[in-house]
């Protein structure tokens, strides 16, 4: 059966009925039903709650066309239109409240699915978040945290394209491509953590303790030559760009299992070695050796409430705070008793004066 139109309903042609208008909203038409079912507009506008001069102007409105109230008769009785246009309100009245309903359910069903659902975040190698994982987890039992481990390459991409809400990272983020460019992200640095240099088991710098830069200058660095500066500078085998280029597809995992053929030398950040950590590579402090920092990295149009309540987590908020109470001031000693008692001395002055 097709929906009939409230002009149709009506017997009106619809170009001149302007109560097919938009205007003619639910909560109108709401407002028109109240009235007819009230012997008075001031009755029904104290039952609607609402000023009697705003039902007014609203039937006014919607009355703009045929007359809807017969004058003659007095108080709401209705004209052969009102009549008409009341059966066509009740139908769109009640489509409306449908799918008011409609709406809300799914609403509630989003929510719980939001709810039930994990909270998926990424991590490159080396990073440890169990202590914010496990402070979410207790606070959102039934919304637990989904752990993805990928390359430092990639290490911004699901956050990127959606696919997590958080990443854990290592600065500085690299766009990977002109559409990755395009999706800004907040990021908020943790903590710096020293780098190592490892080469295989039996090498020369197992002897030492430390080692300076100046200790590698026969070596060939396998990775970036970023990841030890200067060093490019002092080589005696700095290695072609292609044979460089070979390598910088290298997980960590790979590039350690590369270090171990004793090919080369690397620089890791500490805990990637301890990670990856093999028998046969062994691990030195390495003086001027760059330092890592690790950082959360969000997009900044994501102000979903469970992103901003992991990153407060992450900063160190507790349950009941509330990003948008401020800092407490630092309470200083008051020094009006000093300014006291320089007046009282000074009062003394003058009197013995």
């Not at 007014?56 to 009355?63: D, F, G, R, V």
């Not at 979410?136 to 039934?142: G, T």
């Not at 395009?182 to 080692?211: C, M, N, Q, T």
């Not at 080369?264 to 001027?288: C, H, Q």
Request: aromatic share 4%; charged share 25%; with cysteine.
């Amino acid at each position: 059966m097709d929906r009939i139109t409230m002009s149709e309903a009506a017997g009106i042609d619809a170009d001149d009925d302007p109560r097919d208008d938009p205007r003619a909203d639910p909560q109108t038409l709401r407002w028109f039903i109240a009235v007819t079912e009230s012997p008075s507009f001031s009755k029904a506008a104290a039952e609607l709650g609402i000023a009697r001069q705003k039902l007014s102007a609203a039937m006014l409105a919607l009355e703009s066309g045929p007359a809807l109230f017969d004058r003659e008769v007095g108080g709401t009785a209705l004209t052969e239109a009102g009549r008409a246009l009341l059966g066509a309100a009740r139908i769109r009245v009640a489509e409306a409240e449908a799918q008011a309903a409609a709406s809300a359910a799914e609403a509630v069903e989003h929510a719980q699915a939001l709810e039930t659902a994990p909270f998926p975040i990424t991590l490159v190698a080396g990073v440890t978040v169990s202590k914010w994982t496990t402070r979410w987890d207790e606070r959102n039992p039934a919304h637990p945290v989904a752990v993805m481990l990928v390359d430092d390459a990639a290490q911004a991409h699901a956050v990127r394209d959606g696919t997590a809400a958080c990443a854990f990272v290592r600065l500085p983020i690299v766009a990977g491509g002109t559409r990755d460019s395009e999706v800004r992200l907040h990021s908020i640095p943790l903590y710096s953590e020293d780098s190592v240099v490892i080469a295989a088991k039996g090498h020369l710098i197992e002897a030492a303790d430390v080692l300076e830069l100046t200790d590698l200058v026969d070596e060939r660095l396998l990775s970036p030559p970023q990841s030890l500066p200067g060093w490019s500078e002092i080589a005696k085998n700095p290695g072609t760009p292609e044979q460089r280029d070979q390598l910088l597809g290298l997980t960590p995992a790979q590039l350690i299992e590369v270090v171990a053929t004793g090919a080369g030398i690397a620089v890791l950040p500490a805990s990637i070695v301890r990670t990856f950590g093999r028998k046969d590579v062994i691990a030195r402090p390495l003086t001027g050796a760059p330092q890592s920092t690790v950082a959360i990295a969000w997009r900044a149009d994501d102000d979903s409430r469970e992103t901003e309540q992991f990153v407060g987590i992450v900063r160190g908020r507790t349950e009941r705070s509330s990003r948008a109470e401020p800092t407490p001031p630092t309470e200083r000693k008051k020094a009006p008793a000093v300014r006291q008692r320089s007046a009282s001395s000074h009062a003394a002055r003058r009197k013995r004066r």
